[in-house]
């Protein structure tokens, strides 16, 4: 016999606690008396406040979907899925002919991207159901049966326990129905297959003896951000989407978690990490005590991060969970030498690129140093150029200088030569030129009706010598 354990744990949420909302959650776990059958169920009545009396809604909806369950694997053939596996996403809003859609007749221009996203999740049930008639069949009629004895059971809770004054304010116009809005998720294990069902959000993960995670049943694109399909919509039956497989391959864990849990993460991949960790302290502390300790932390991953109401509910392989431990244990290596390896890659990379740009610089800076260097040798050739022209000007200065100064010298001498001779006239000259001016000062003294006096030197003047 397979040592399966499952498990289911809800807690109200960080905020229900200060709001004094209940918990919305609600979850169930089953194991058939021989042991060889295993359920989990978990279901998320909605927060806002239309949705007065989600939590019963959400009760119900488990509970009837487990005696859904029961009745269900006790009904087929245990070999009605052997050899068969599929996953199938919510039914489009119009039905076609599963085997002649009209998929490739409809206008698929101008479409919006949520439009392309449903015709294409639209075209995904129709390829998946072609081959499924019998299973599609056998799963609407168990989608049908929960949702139906779920709406009665609404109506005779309501019966019994009417809508108060605020209650019917509060839901206003809108149907009895919406105020029991849930989601609703289950996963089953008998011998000889599995099979998944979902309908809203909320993260089914699976794990195989690798470790390796999937989501089992395909998701739904009308699930987005605070929006989700739900039991109180109308005509939810096609919006349940599964999964099944009759070919042995069991998964070692699979986790069924609400909304509050994949909020507080983020991203898929943090939730499989997440529950790759809890899968680990299972292995480590043993069942019991590990449920008790995930008991006592999703109070405090709700006060973290999503602060809404958490669910988790799992069934888990004991046998093959070692070695799929042991598989994470050893990728957690490798993917702790991968991201060192990454690390180290982006090192060497910026330094490549700094290296790179450094040896730019290096090229830039010699490349300038060179301009320069061509351009100081330019410069320096010109002076040497210019000193050289200055210097034959210098030399011809020089050259001209000593010409001016013997011509000076020259010049000097003959002042010389002409000042002696000039003093020597002088003193030859000097007593003429006094005599001369002696007669003049005569001459100009005589009468002039008396002439014989000044007549009487006129020879003299002959004899005057020349000068």
């Known amino acids: 016999m397979v040592d399966i354990f499952n498990f289911n744990i809800s807690v109200k949420g960080y905020s229900h606690i200060g709001s004094g909302k209940p918990c919305q959650d609600y979850s169930l776990n089953w194991t058939s008396d021989d042991n060889s059958i ?34 269900f694997v006790s009904n087929i053939p245990k070999d009605f899925f052997a050899g068969k596996s599929g996953q199938v996403t919510a039914a489009p809003y119009t039905i076609e002919d599963n085997l002649f859609p009209m998929q490739g007749k409809r206008n698929t221009t101008n479409l919006s991207e949520s439009e392309t996203e449903q015709l294409e999740q639209d075209k995904a049930y129709y390829d998946a159901v072609k081959d499924l008639q019998e299973e599609e069949a056998i799963f609407k009629r168990l989608f049908g049966s929960i949702y139906l004895q779920w709406v009665d059971a609404l109506d005779k809770y309501t019966a019994e326990n009417p809508l108060n004054e605020d209650e019917k304010s509060t839901l206003g116009n809108n149907k009895i129905v919406k105020a029991y809005g849930s989601t609703l998720m289950a996963f089953v294990r008998t011998p000889d297959y599995w099979f998944a069902f979902q309908i809203g959000d909320g993260k089914m993960v699976a794990f195989d003896r690798s470790m390796n995670w999937s989501e089992p049943v395909p998701w739904d694109c009308n699930c987005f951000l605070n929006v989700t399909t739900s039991l109180c919509n109308t005509e939810p039956v096609r919006m349940f989407r599964y999964a099944f497989s009759g070919r042995g391959d069991f998964p070692t864990a699979v986790f069924l978690g609400s909304d509050g849990i994949d909020d507080s993460w983020g991203t898929i991949e943090n939730l499989a990490d997440f529950y790759s960790e809890t899968l680990s302290i299972f292995n480590r502390l043993g069942a019991d005590t590990a449920t008790k300790e995930l008991e006592e932390y999703l109070p405090e991953m709700s006060r973290k991060g999503s602060r809404d109401d958490m669910t988790i509910a799992a069934i888990l392989d004991m046998d093959t969970l070692p070695n799929a431990v042991e598989s994470f244990s050893i990728k957690k290596k490798i993917n702790a030498i991968d991201s060192e390896k990454r690390q180290l890659e982006e090192k060497l990379r910026k330094l490549t690129v700094q290296k790179n740009e450094i040896e730019d610089g290096i090229k830039d800076l010699e490349e300038k140093i060179g301009e320069k260097d061509r351009s100081f040798s330019a410069w320096l050739n010109s002076i040497v150029q210019k000193k050289k022209t200055e210097e034959e000007s210098i030399k011809l200065l020089k050259t001209g200088l000593v010409l001016k100064k013997e011509e000076a010298a020259k010049v000097s001498d003959e002042i010389d030569r002409l000042s002696e001779h000039f003093k020597q006239w002088e003193l030859e000259n000097k007593e003429i030129y006094k005599s001369l001016n002696d007669q003049l000062a005569k001459i100009a003294s005589c009468a002039p009706l008396d002439s014989s006096s000044c007549d009487a030197d006129e020879s003299s003047l002959e004899n005057i010598p020349e000068s």
């Open 38 to 71: 295993h359920a989990v169920v978990i279901a998320d009545g909605h927060g806002s406040k239309t949705y007065v009396r989600s939590d019963v809604g959400s009760r119900l909806a488990c509970e009837i979907a487990l005696e859904n369950i029961k009745s």
